[in-house]
């Protein structure tokens, strides 16, 4: 559009953009009363994962500096990720990555995110961390996330781990 437009032109786009703007607004004001009516429900982020298809297999842990780790805080508290992520640094584990994420629910310890490879070595950070939940996921690396909720207590003590081969702890199935 440029002034050269007739002012019917000119008053066209306005009102095309006028109605195009309320039922943009009209849209997103229907769609978040029908999520707080429960209407149309939304999952914003998991909490901790009910796998119904846990691995059965018994799995040999690893030695911890073949666990490659992504430690993320899903609650409020500053520093949690970092302070467990120097924890498992401690105990031989390779910390590739922290930060934070998102989950709807933090009431629960903690989830180790991994795929097909890596069950083996979620089995050896499990060992570390009894109160974890694996989550399986489609990745194909070895390497696995740990995402820590609001009932985090820090790993066993080193004393207290023996890597012995055993299943894996899949939240709703074990």
């Given at each position: 559009?440029?002034?050269?437009?007739?002012?019917e032109?000119?008053?066209?786009?306005?009102?095309?953009?006028?109605?195009?703007?309320?039922?943009?607004?009209?849209?997103?004001?229907?769609?978040?009363?029908?999520?707080?009516?429960?209407?149309?429900?939304?999952?914003?982020?998991?909490g901790v994962?009910?796998?119904e298809?846990?691995?059965?297999?018994v799995?040999?842990?690893?030695?911890?500096?073949r666990v490659?780790?992504?430690?993320?805080?899903?609650?409020?508290?500053?520093?949690?990720?970092?302070?467990?992520?120097?924890?498992?640094?401690?105990r031989?584990?390779?910390?590739?990555?922290?930060?934070?994420?998102?989950?709807?629910?933090?009431?629960f310890?903690?989830?180790?995110?991994?795929?097909g490879?890596?069950l083996?070595?979620?089995?050896?950070?499990?060992q570390?961390?009894?109160?974890a939940?694996?989550?399986?996921?489609?990745?194909?690396s070895?390497?696995?996330?740990?995402?820590?909720?609001?009932?985090y207590?820090?790993?066993?003590?080193?004393?207290?781990?023996?890597?012995?081969?055993?299943?894996?702890?899949?939240?709703?199935?074990?």
């Amino acid at each position: 559009m440029s002034p050269a437009d007739p002012p019917e032109t000119r008053s066209r786009s306005r009102l095309l953009v006028a109605v195009s703007s309320g039922l943009v607004l009209a849209a997103v004001t229907l769609g978040s009363w029908l999520m707080i009516d429960g209407t149309l429900s939304v999952e914003l982020g998991g909490g901790v994962p009910h796998t119904e298809d846990c691995p059965e297999d018994v799995l040999a842990p690893v030695v911890p500096e073949r666990v490659r780790i992504s430690v993320y805080n899903a609650t409020n508290e500053s520093g949690l990720a970092g302070e467990a992520a120097d924890d498992l640094r401690d105990r031989g584990f390779r910390v590739t990555d922290v930060g934070n994420e998102y989950v709807a629910d933090t009431e629960f310890d903690s989830i180790i995110r991994a795929g097909g490879r890596g069950l083996r070595q979620a089995r050896t950070l499990q060992q570390h961390l009894p109160a974890a939940v694996v989550d399986l996921d489609g990745r194909s690396s070895f390497g696995v996330d740990l995402v820590l909720g609001s009932e985090y207590d820090g790993p066993e003590t080193e004393a207290d781990v023996e890597p012995t081969p055993g299943r894996l702890s899949c939240g709703g199935a074990s």
